[in-house]
């Protein structure tokens, strides 16, 4: 996944690596650390036979190269600051271990400052003489896609019909949201113009109000399936994936009605192709959402209607 694309960030990204690196590592090797007991002492779990221990961090994306690169900096000297300083609590849960690795484990990194960053820190441990630390002890950055074989089998783990029902969106709900979003709403008011199924402004009014409510449902269902990440990556990544295409499809001069509709049924099929455990009403909600974002966003364009 292009290090662009949406993902899952906070607590929802802890929960999703904690459980990949169970996977990779077994459930019985790798030691998640719980945070609520008085904090986390600078790791989130550790893999026993490895002696590597992890911190699992996912910041807000989209983001620039130089803010992520910030934002992971951060991270590293706050946590060492704690792996330092918590000596009693991290001897109690290592015991006789003594750490090879200290890993930020990230969705993503693109900038070769944050190695620089954590040699700098590594040497930092190192003059700390720690009783857990090893002699060859290392920080390191890993990124998700180091873990790929793990990450592939848990997203192709499947559950039977996974069904959400999505809160009803009211017209109080369109009303708020619209007036907070007064730019996107024209755009889509403008590209329903080209759509020849609506003759008049009331046609486009309530066509525009449908869309909408296709375009809130779809994102509070996507709310709900941050409880699902492997189905959660599985939409995202299907999606972010069809939209870097989607241009094309407006190119073949089909016009827009069909362009719409051939776009709808696309991608539903799609989701339903790409995360079969998802029911089927879920990825009709989900194909509607991506297309009213798409409409508003402006990655799906209609072709100009021809006069005469």
Same mark, same amino acid.
């Given at each position: 996944?292009?290090?662009?694309?949406?993902?899952?960030?906070?607590?929802?990204?802890?929960?999703?690596?904690?459980?990949?690196?169970? /996977?990779?590592?077994?459930?019985?090797?790798?030691?998640?650390?719980?945070?609520?007991?008085?904090?986390?002492?600078?790791?989130?779990?550790?893999?026993?036979?490895?002696?590597?221990?992890?911190?699992?961090?996912?910041?807000?994306?989209?983001?620039?190269?130089?803010?992520?690169?910030?934002?992971? &900096?951060?991270?590293?000297?706050?946590?060492?600051?704690?792996?330092?300083?918590?000596?009693?609590?991290?001897? &109690?849960?290592?015991?006789?271990?003594?750490?090879?690795?200290?890993?930020?484990?990230?969705? =993503?990194?693109?900038?070769?400052?944050?190695?620089? /960053?954590?040699?700098?820190?590594?040497?930092?441990?190192?003059?700390?003489?720690?009783?857990?630390?090893?002699?060859?002890?290392?920080?390191?950055?890993?990124?998700?896609?180091?873990?790929?074989?793990?990450?592939?089998?848990?997203?192709?783990?499947?559950?039977?019909?996974?069904?959400?029902?999505?809160?009803?969106?009211?017209?109080?709900?369109?009303?708020?949201?619209s007036q907070l979003n007064v730019g996107l709403l024209?755009?889509?008011?403008?590209?329903?113009?080209?759509?020849?199924?609506?003759?008049?402004?009331?046609?486009?009014?309530?066509?525009?109000?449908?869309?909408?409510?296709?375009?809130?449902?779809?994102?509070?269902?996507?709310?709900?399936?941050?409880?699902?990440?492997?189905?959660?990556?599985?939409?995202?990544?299907?999606?972010?994936?069809?939209?870097?295409?989607?241009s094309i499809g407006s190119l073949h001069g089909s016009?827009?009605?069909? =362009?719409?509709?051939?776009?709808?049924?696309?991608?539903?099929?799609?989701?339903? &192709?790409?995360?079969?455990?998802? /029911?089927?009403?879920?990825?009709?909600?989900?194909?509607?959402?991506?297309?009213?974002?798409?409409?508003?966003?402006?990655?799906?364009?209609?072709?100009?209607?021809?006069?005469?």
């Amino acid at each position: 996944m292009t290090a662009s694309a949406a993902r899952l960030v906070g607590t929802d990204w802890e929960d999703w690596a904690n459980r990949l690196l169970s /996977h990779h590592f077994g459930p019985t090797d790798y030691q998640r650390v719980p945070a609520k007991d008085r904090g986390d002492a600078g790791i989130e779990g550790f893999s026993v036979s490895k002696r590597e221990a992890f911190q699992c961090y996912g910041c807000e994306e989209p983001i620039s190269v130089e803010a992520r690169y910030d934002k992971q &900096r951060t991270k590293i000297t706050t946590d060492i600051k704690k792996f330092i300083n918590n000596k009693d609590a991290l001897l &109690r849960l290592f015991g006789p271990l003594k750490m090879k690795r200290w890993v930020l484990f990230v969705p =993503v990194f693109d900038s070769k400052e944050i190695v620089a /960053h954590a040699a700098t820190k590594t040497q930092e441990v190192i003059n700390a003489a720690l009783p857990y630390v090893d002699h060859d002890f290392r920080i390191v950055v890993s990124e998700e896609s180091s873990f790929a074989v793990a990450r592939d089998q848990l997203l192709g783990a499947t559950t039977q019909s996974l069904k959400i029902n999505a809160p009803s969106i009211t017209a109080e709900d369109v009303d708020a949201w619209s007036q907070l979003n007064v730019g996107l709403l024209g755009v889509l008011k403008e590209k329903l113009t080209k759509l020849p199924t609506l003759h008049t402004q009331t046609d486009r009014d309530e066509f525009a109000i449908k869309v909408l409510k296709w375009y809130l449902t779809g994102q509070a269902l996507l709310e709900r399936l941050r409880d699902y990440p492997q189905v959660y990556e599985k939409i995202i990544e299907t999606k972010s994936h069809r939209e870097e295409y989607l241009s094309i499809g407006s190119l073949h001069g089909s016009a827009s009605n069909i =362009v719409f509709a051939e776009t709808l049924k696309d991608f539903r099929e799609t989701v339903q &192709r790409e995360a079969k455990e998802l /029911h089927s009403f879920c990825a009709e909600q989900l194909a509607a959402e991506a297309v009213a974002d798409w409409l508003m966003r402006c990655p799906l364009q209609f072709p100009e209607t021809k006069n005469g």
